[in-house]
């Protein structure tokens, strides 16, 4: 039993970072019906912003924190600018396929930049482990579970109560009509891409910080699982993206532990194929029926 | 107020508009009937730029539209109802209205004219925390009006308000929009049903396949004999 809290414990930390990356794929999906596919590179070039800003500024975790995350949304909004903005009305295949060549740009710039072999880290946050009958609580999973949260609340607040949150989810149900209503639609979508590449990079600076492992190809992985958890979740849903990430964390982790670690991988791909199967709307979508 | 001079829009090779020019000045009610696939709508969306305008200008006082980017349209105090109402579903009643508001600044304002449209349709405020996307097909086009409103616009665009609703509602939805009128606010109004468009018109433009065929006071145009057979049921 003990062992099962303790895996569904590691879990959630593993999940509060899919969430995290899924976020913003499920954002840009619902404003641009994108499925950006460089956005796991994003969360890469995030965890690089913060290893400069950590290891060799010395700075505190929480400023570096920060600056990976202004850093990766202006590069997010660089990408939408440039790659994106462009083919507004070009087919969504050519898009798609701007998105991973935009994927493959980032990765071997990256190699390019810093080299293909994985750096350590900076360990700007001791660890501490605290026993709580028999149950392994690091400070560092708290601090990513805690991080985690606080970015999704912050986020949730934005879409939900301020002006321009208001004005992303009206642009994503009808861009025209709000055009019509005054709104600068490109100006929302490269908002868009700001935060979800903000959380991305939060994502990837926390991976960092626990895993202890940063390289140009970390983000392909979490980038998969990450769409997965928006896809399961319901994508274009932001709650979905959230409840996604989690589960598939916690199913990760709780595979890995009692079946197999070499399974690991296949897990989010097996949920996957269940999900369009079974529900291919995602846990909380549902379909609106048109009124007529 | 508004002046469309020798539109035309072209959708690759169908020609949905061939010269069109309308004139609505201040204040008036201007109706523009004609049958499905005339270019009614085409016309309207033309004044947002959301149609390829291949030659011809649209003047808003002296400001040309044809050279605005679609989103600055609104900040001249234009607003649109469009055919199918086009509701934000998965928001609010109010947070719809609060997206017309978008360019007003001054909250008080913001405030007053969400007052100004809750008296003009009580409905929306007794349903102003449910998601638009569940409200009845009248109550969506009671929405659409709605948020029109709330932008401080002084030319409402409206598309076919009538479509699909029971007659005592589109009798309902006329009687605000004869209101909204006496507010001092210009209607140009798309309409196939052209009985109830010609009893709050000044005046009205005929289109066929792309072209205005004929225009004038309300009384001439619906005491024409063609116009009678044609959109008057004989």
């Known amino acids: 039993m003990v062992d099962i809290l303790q895996q569904i414990i590691?879990?959630?930390?593993?999940?509060?970072?899919?969430?995290?990356?899924?976020?913003?794929?499920?954002?840009?999906?619902?404003?641009?019906?994108?499925?950006?596919?460089?956005h796991g590179d994003i969360f890469m070039v995030g965890a690089f912003i913060g290893y400069f800003a950590l290891g060799s500024w010395n700075l505190p975790f929480a400023l570096g924190l920060v600056i990976a995350m202004i850093g990766a949304s202006v590069v997010g909004m660089i990408i939408e600018r440039f790659a994106y903005r462009p083919l507004r009305t070009a087919p969504r295949i050519s898009l798609l396929i701007t998105a991973i060549g935009v994927s493959f740009l980032l990765e071997n710039?990256?190699?390019?930049?810093?080299?293909?072999?994985?750096?350590?880290?900076?360990?700007?946050?001791?660890?501490?482990?605290?026993?709580?009958?028999?149950?392994?609580?690091?400070?560092?999973?708290?601090?990513?579970?805690?991080?985690?949260?606080?970015?999704?609340?912050?986020?949730?607040?934005?879409?939900?109560?301020?002006?321009?949150?208001?004005?992303?989810?009206?642009v994503s149900q009808d861009k025209e009509m709000a055009l019509m209503l005054g709104i600068n639609i490109?100006?929302?979508?490269?908002?868009?891409?700001?935060?979800?590449?903000?959380?991305?990079?939060?994502?990837?600076?926390?991976?960092?910080?626990?895993?202890?492992?940063?390289?140009?190809?970390?983000?392909?992985?979490?980038?998969l699982k990450a769409f997965v958890a928006a896809v399961l979740g319901g994508i274009g849903i932001i709650p979905g993206?959230?409840?996604?990430?989690?589960?598939?964390?916690?199913?990760?982790?709780?595979?890995?532990?009692?079946?197999?670690?070499?399974?690991?991988?296949?897990?989010?791909?097996?949920?996957?194929?269940?999900?369009?199967?079974?529900?291919?709307?995602?846990?909380?979508?549902?379909?609106?029926?048109?009124?007529? | 107020m508004l002046s469309i001079k020798d539109l035309h829009v072209y959708y690759g090779g169908i020609k949905a508009l061939q010269g069109i020019n309308l004139d609505v000045?201040?204040?008036?009610?201007?109706?523009?009937?004609?049958?499905?696939?005339?270019?009614?709508?085409?016309?309207?969306?033309?004044?947002?730029?959301?149609?390829?305008?291949?030659?011809?200008?649209?003047?808003?006082?002296?400001?040309?539209?044809?050279?605005?980017?679609?989103?600055?349209?609104?900040?001249?105090?234009?607003?649109?109802?469009?055919?199918?109402?086009?509701?934000?579903?998965?928001?609010?009643?109010?947070?719809?209205?609060?997206?017309?508001?978008?360019?007003v600044k001054d909250k008080k304002v913001i405030e007053k004219n969400l007052?100004?449209?809750?008296?003009?349709?009580?409905?929306?405020?007794?349903?102003?925390?449910?998601?638009?996307?569940?409200?009845?097909?009248?109550?969506?086009?009671?929405?659409?009006?709605?948020?029109?409103?709330?932008?401080?616009?002084?030319?409402?665009?409206?598309?076919?308000?009538s479509m699909g609703l029971a007659p005592l509602l589109v009798q309902e939805i006329f009687s605000v929009l004869k209101k909204i009128n006496e507010e001092k606010i210009t209607l140009l109004l798309v309409e196939q049903n052209a009985n109830m468009a010609f009893s709050i018109a000044h005046r009205v433009y005929v289109m066929e396949t792309g072209k205005i065929v004929l225009s004038g006071p309300t009384e001439e145009i619906a005491n024409n004999e063609a116009v009678k057979k044609a959109y008057l049921g004989g």
Do not use: C, W
């Open chain 2, 115 to 161: 007052e100004f449209v809750y008296n003009l349709f009580p409905r929306l405020k007794e349903r102003q925390k449910q998601l638009a996307g569940t409200l009845s097909g009248g109550e969506q086009q009671m929405l659409a009006i709605g948020r029109a409103l709330m932008s401080n616009a002084r030319l409402l665009l409206l598309d076919e308000p």
């Open chain 2, 25 to 103: 000045k201040e204040g008036e009610v201007v109706a523009l009937i004609g049958a499905n696939g005339a270019g009614k709508t085409t016309t309207l969306r033309s004044i947002f730029r959301l149609t390829p305008i291949v030659k011809g200008d649209i003047y808003f006082y002296e400001i040309n539209l044809t050279k605005l980017p679609s989103y600055k349209i609104a900040s001249l105090g234009i607003a649109h109802v469009p055919e199918g109402r086009r509701v934000f579903p998965n928001m609010t009643v109010k947070e719809n209205l609060e997206m017309g508001a978008y360019l």
């Open chain 1, 241 to 292: 993206a959230m409840l996604g990430g989690f589960i598939l964390g916690i199913a990760e982790i709780l595979v890995s532990a009692f079946i197999s670690s070499t399974v690991r991988d296949a897990v989010a791909f097996i949920i996957l194929i269940i999900i369009l199967l079974v529900r291919p709307s995602g846990l909380l979508g549902k379909y609106m029926r048109e009124k007529v």
């Open chain 1, 109 to 170: 710039l990256m190699v390019l930049i810093v080299g293909a072999s994985p750096r350590s880290f900076p360990q700007s946050i001791p660890v501490d482990i605290y026993n709580i009958g028999g149950l392994i609580l690091t400070n560092r999973q708290i601090i990513i579970l805690l991080i985690s949260i606080l970015l999704m609340i912050l986020l949730q607040f934005i879409v939900m109560r301020t002006k321009i949150g208001k004005a992303m989810r009206a």
């Open chain 1, 186 to 223: 490109d100006s929302v979508i490269a908002f868009t891409f700001a935060l979800g590449s903000a959380l991305a990079a939060a994502g990837g600076v926390l991976v960092g910080l626990y895993f202890n492992k940063i390289e140009p190809y970390m983000g392909v992985m979490p980038g």
């Open chain 1, 10 to 38: 590691n879990g959630i930390s593993l999940g509060s970072i899919y969430a995290l990356i899924a976020l913003g794929y499920t954002m840009v999906y619902g404003i641009l019906r994108l499925i950006n596919f460089a």
